[in-house]
């Protein structure tokens, strides 16, 4: 029965997608993309609303709707829509589970789960129709309402900068700062299997390695948001071209590179959540791998 079901959701999935695809393809508007979003309104006066914040708050709104809807009341015989929202969940604990340890993938999960099912939505949001389609003519140039928030760096950033954050809480609360310091600046040499002299003195390498990995520990903010910005933006740039070919063609070419954007898109936003795991266990999960 379950194969049955999930036979059934790939037919309506594969069904969905061929109708997004001859509608984008249909709309298509933009010869280019910008690397830019466009700034479609100002509020206070001076603060810039974005075509990729609305974008942004739109796709939220619709997670959350979608969310509640489908699990509103969870039943012991899951419907299809909690049977959706549950594998996804079971899924990615699955997966961070052996990552951050077993002590701290309940505290961390609610971040893990959030971050991954907004990365995957934003950056197949430019299959939708409508997106990077519709707008209004600035003389020749199309200024389009809505734009893939992942397109735009400034979100990417954002989110890294808020997984970073959230990392340092964890590290801080759950771990304390003699681990911290351990696990950058302190010795990892076994004691017992050479010289003093030699123990000490790798005291002053490993204390100079720390501030390589504390260069390191900064520049995840800038290797998340350029890593997750630099494929949905060359996503969006490729699906621009290919949906520019002449007449029925337009509609034929861009099948395969539609499906290699779904893939994309999951794959990114699960290396992304992956990362965040990785270096919330590489601090906070030692005292697990100790045990066993």
Not at 198 to 203: A, D, E, G
Not at 209 to 215: A, L, P, R
Request: aromatic share 16%; charged share 15%; hydrophobic share 50%.
């Amino acid at each position: 029965m379950l194969s049955e079901t999930r036979m059934s959701l790939l037919k309506k999935f594969l069904v969905i997608s061929g109708f997004l695809l001859f509608a984008n393809a249909s709309f298509a508007g933009e010869d280019i993309v910008s690397p830019k979003a466009y700034d479609l309104f100002y509020a206070f006066g001076k603060f810039p609303i974005t075509n990729a914040m609305v974008t942004s708050w739109t796709i939220s709104l619709f997670i959350i709707v979608i969310v509640r809807l489908c699990v509103r009341t969870p039943q012991i015989i899951p419907t299809r829509g909690q049977a959706i929202i549950e594998s996804m969940i079971i899924g990615i604990r699955d997966v961070a589970e052996p990552i951050v340890g077993k002590r701290m993938i309940g505290k961390t999960f609610p971040l893990l789960i959030g971050l991954f099912t907004y990365i995957l939505i934003q950056n197949w949001s430019g299959l939708f129709p409508g997106v990077a389609t519709f707008g209004i003519y600035e003389g020749h140039h199309l200024l389009y309402f809505f734009r893939p928030a992942n397109s735009d760096l400034n979100d990417t950033l954002a989110l890294a900068v808020v997984a970073f954050f959230a990392w340092v809480y964890f590290i801080v609360r759950y771990a304390g700062p003699h681990e911290i310091y351990q696990h950058i600046f302190g010795n990892k040499a076994d004691k017992s299997s050479m010289p003093y002299t030699v123990y000490l003195f790798l005291f002053v390498i490993f204390f100079f390695v720390g501030f390589i990995e504390c260069i390191s520990i900064l520049f995840r903010v800038v290797s998340l948001s350029f890593r997750l910005y630099g494929n949905v933006f060359g996503g969006e740039v490729l699906m621009t071209l290919m949906t520019n070919a002449s007449g029925f063609l337009k509609f034929l070419v861009p099948i395969p590179f539609y499906f290699l954007e779904l893939l994309i898109g999951a794959i990114q936003a699960f290396v992304f959540t992956v990362l965040v795991s990785v270096y919330i266990g590489l601090i906070c999960n030692h005292e697990e791998e100790h045990t066993g």
